[in-house]
């Protein structure tokens, strides 16, 4: 007997294409050679960038009649849960360094990502650069601050990231993350 009737599936597979049963459960073959691997389309999945800025990481720890008790792990979770509710995946990021700042920027321009949510922190008033990449990677933006800072210092009021965004919201407590989040959904037509 030829081998290519007794290994057809070996023979066939190097051609691209297979011959072993189809479920009608499974997922159809993958073009070009792979055979029921599961699929998943990550191109219509958005992504939102959560950016944090300097100190943010002690959330929860220090000054909690300024910033409440929740540490930044809750508000990661309170983000991803309110992206869910939009179809959306949170990349939440925490630096104290400004250079790493624009990095996440860059990346969320890099992915196309559908918003940016930033806290910029103790950059607000002084950065920039920050300002440069927001500016530059054309993401819809919403600025978060915990506190109110027009209640505050009057060195806390000018926000130079402010220029770069779509909307600004303070004084609303962790809770504004998710606001920024309802508010980026409802700019890009999602309500
Ligand atoms: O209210 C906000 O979210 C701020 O962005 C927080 C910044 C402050 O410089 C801004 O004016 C307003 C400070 C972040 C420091 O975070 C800490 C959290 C807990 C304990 C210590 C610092």
Redo the contacts with the bound molecule.
Sequence with gaps: MPPFTLFPCLLVSTLGVSIRPFYKDRPPPIPGGGIFEPQVDTSMAGTIFVINGP??N??G???PET?GRATLKDVQKLCEKTAKRHGWKAEFRQSNIEGEIVDFIQEAGRQKAKGIVI????Y?TTSIAIMDALLGVKVPTIE????N?HA?EDF?HHSYVSKAARGVI?GMGVQGYALAIDGLAELLGKK
């Design positions: 100190n943010l002690l959330l720890t220090r000054e910033y806290n910029p922190a103790g607000t978060v601050h915990i506190s800072i505050r806390r303070c």
